[in-house]
Each structure stands twice: as C-alpha cells, then as structure tokens.
C-alpha cells in the first residue's frame, strides 16, 4: 500500500514497512517478515560497485549483513515517519544510541553541555568512556543563564532530555535550541518520553533526536533497541561513518518486534496516558502525596511548555510521598499489580523509588522541594493497560498497609 505526504501519523504507523506485494502471483503477507541474514549476495560485479558507491556517499544500501535488510529498513523509515526525520541509525539499546550520537559529535579536547535532568547513565558515559577519549562534559541546569556561564569556547554540543528523567521536567526545548544555534552547537535530545509520538523535538529544534525504542515504539517488554534520528545531511554523514565504525547492530527479530509495536503506539499511549491521570487525580487526594512529577498534570511546574509542545502523555509520572524508608518498602511491597522494575513504557504496570542519592546530586529537585516534600520519598510508577480502578485499588491497600508500619512500631 502507498502512503502519502499528507496521511497523518497514525495512518502511517499502519502502512509505513508493510511487505511489498509479489509481482508474479501479485500477493504477498500484510507483516512484513524478519529478514535475518549476515551475508548479502550481488547479481555481479556492477551491481557491487553501485552498491558500494552508494555506500560511500552515505545512502542507505546493503553490503554486509549487519547494516540490515528490509526488516531493519522498515523500522528505519517507520522512525523517520515518527520523529520527522529523513535517516534513522540503529543501535542495540537507547544507550547505545546516545553512545553512538555523541561519539559521532565530540573529538578530544571538546567539550559538550549536558542538562542536569538527563538519564542517568550519560553521566556513566562520560566518566567512563569520553573523559578518557579527552572529551569534557559540564551537567548544568536547564536554563539559558546557567548554560551560558557554562558555555566554552571549545563547547560543540548541547545534550538535553525533554521531559528528563526522574522527575519529568519538561524544558523549552525551542529556547534552548536557539540559544544552542546561536553558538554554534549542535543540539541532540533524548526523546524516548516522547517517542516521536507525542513530542518531536527536530520540530522544536533539536538537531538529532535519540530514542530507546525499548520502552514506548515496542511496547511489549520483549525487546532492546534504539535509534538516532536527524534529517541534517551532514549530521547523517557523521552519524552514518560512527554507526559503521562502531559495529553498531541490532537484530532483524528485534527490528521486527518493534515494527509490530508501533502499529499500536498511539493507541497504547494515550490509554496509558489517560491511566495516569486518573491515578493522579486520587493521589492528589492523599494525604501522604505532597507533590506530582508530570507534565500532564496541571499543578505541574512545565505544564504550560507540556500545552504548548507536546500532543499527549503517557503513564511514566513521580510522586512525592511523606513515608520514611521502611514504608516505602512497605508500599512497593504490598503492591499486587504494579511490578517492581526500571523499564517502563510497556503494556504493564511498574514502579521503582527513586534513590535518595540521585535526588541529591539533582538540581532540580534542589529547586522545587518544599520542606514537605524533602521530608518525603519519591516514587516513579508507570501506569499500564490495566483498568485504573483495579490499580487504584491496589495502591490503596499498599497505601493503607504503609500506614499500618507506623502503628507496628
């Protein structure tokens, strides 16, 4: 089936990587099958040297099994048609493709910006790859004053995450860009909150958008993958030489299982989404929550850039809770339906506690707490495609059974 310019994304989620009809029985499977293969085979020595020739000038053609066959190409163009890109760039995770993005932009003696809300492990990243390779990196505030007083003269990137991790702060994206352009850096964010879905930051101005298709494009929990995402010829080059280089692959199955998962994205989403907000309402009716993390929310600190720049939502929100350690323990516990995990962004519900010392070394969370809510904990939960009143329910009575740790002392 053919697509147009003009079908809206939801459409294209549905044709983009369908199988191509035979053109002898002129039939053909509606799933497009997982292509797995390590070697790529060439009718003759011409048809080998366009291929390589095209290669060199940074198109996407198969000479060797780890760039991938058609499996991998649809899911390449399906992310392009997300994001608003014209070349996509596989990796084997989300952090793999933060590595490969940023080690396609930074040389020794460079120097990058890093917002302070981004995911953990690009601070890992750094200590333990990039400082080494005589790369510098400064985790700041995500404002343009404390960028500036930041800013160097050999600074070549900004690298941000729109929302950002743990406490889904939602930046002005399209402010931060600009400034970033004005001073010649090149802008990558992580939008795996967002997933092209709900939030496209090439629009807003981010020059590559990288995404951890493990969570929202999959949707299953039953895979691991990633893409870097830009529609900049030269950014495709530089990303097209490092992808190479580094040997960077992923599986055709996977490629495969993450071309199933986005036929349902935006149904997932926003019923996620819709979850969410349900549970927030009665959170916010708690006497033990004292704040809520997420965009969406409307007492929300971003709610405004959320209106402004984003579609939707989805269910990954944090909330502060007056409960010492012990109940905290007590409510992850006691909870039936919410699984204890990291992931999210899947058809399940999870929820973690957010480590004390990561909120310490957070200067966002410096910026916002109250005395209450520093007296408190703070838990990450993703609300799944369970019915909300049954996870109501059960976070009730593991509510309820924190309480009771109190009376047990």
């Not at 053109?23 to 009718?43: D, E, W």
């Not at 014209?86 to 120097?111: K, N």
């Not at 990058?112 to 995911?119: N, P, Q, S």
């Not at 939602?170 to 709900?198: F, K, R």
């Amino acid at each position: 089936m053919n697509t147009s310019s003009d079908d809206r994304i939801d459409t294209l989620l549905q044709h983009t990587g369908q199988a191509t009809l035979d053109p002898v029985t002129g039939s053909g499977p509606v799933a497009l099958p997982s292509y797995r293969t390590s070697t790529v085979r060439f009718a003759s020595m011409d048809a080998l040297d366009a291929a390589q020739a095209a290669k060199q000038r940074g198109e996407r053609v198969p000479t060797y099994g780890r760039v991938g066959l058609q499996t991998h190409a649809a899911f390449e163009e399906l992310m392009c048609q997300l994001e608003g890109g014209t070349r996509a760039f596989l990796a084997p995770s989300g952090m793999a493709a933060i590595s490969m993005a940023l080690m396609a932009l930074l040389s020794q003696g460079d120097h990058a910006l890093v917002v302070d809300c981004v995911y953990g492990p690009v601070r890992q990243l750094h200590k333990a790859i990039l400082s080494r390779m005589g790369v510098a990196m400064d985790f700041v505030a995500p404002d343009i004053a404390s960028l500036q007083a930041a800013l160097r003269p050999e600074t070549k990137v900004l690298y941000l995450e729109s929302p950002g991790s743990l406490l889904i702060e939602m930046l002005d994206l399209p402010a931060l860009a600009q400034w970033a352009h004005e001073h010649g850096l090149t802008v990558v964010a992580d939008n795996t909150w967002g997933s092209g879905y709900i939030y496209r930051p090439l629009a807003l101005g981010a020059d590559i958008s990288v995404v951890a298709a493990t969570k929202y494009v999959g949707g299953h929990s039953d895979l691991m993958l990633g893409a870097a995402v830009t529609r900049d010829p030269a950014l495709v080059a530089r990303l097209h030489e490092t992808h190479y280089a580094l040997g960077s692959t992923v599986s055709a199955d996977d490629a495969w299982l993450a071309i199933r998962g986005a036929r349902t994205l935006g149904l997932r989403m926003q019923a996620c989404g819709d979850h969410a907000m349900t549970i927030c309402q009665w959170l916010s009716r708690r006497p033990e929550v004292s704040h809520i993390f997420s965009p969406a929310w409307p007492g929300d600190a971003g709610h405004a850039l959320w209106q402004r720049d984003a579609t939707g939502s989805n269910g990954l929100f944090s909330v502060a809770v007056d409960f010492n350690e012990a109940q905290v323990r007590r409510v992850i516990d006691s909870l039936r339906l919410f699984g204890l995990g990291y992931s999210w962004g899947g058809y399940e519900s999870l929820v973690t506690q957010v480590e004390p010392s990561a909120l310490k070394s957070h200067h966002y969370w410096q910026r916002v707490a109250t005395d209450r809510m520093k007296a408190g904990t703070v838990l990450r939960l993703h609300v799944g495609l369970e019915d909300s009143a049954d996870l109501i329910a059960d976070l009730e009575q593991a509510f309820e059974s924190a309480r009771g740790e109190v009376a047990d002392e």
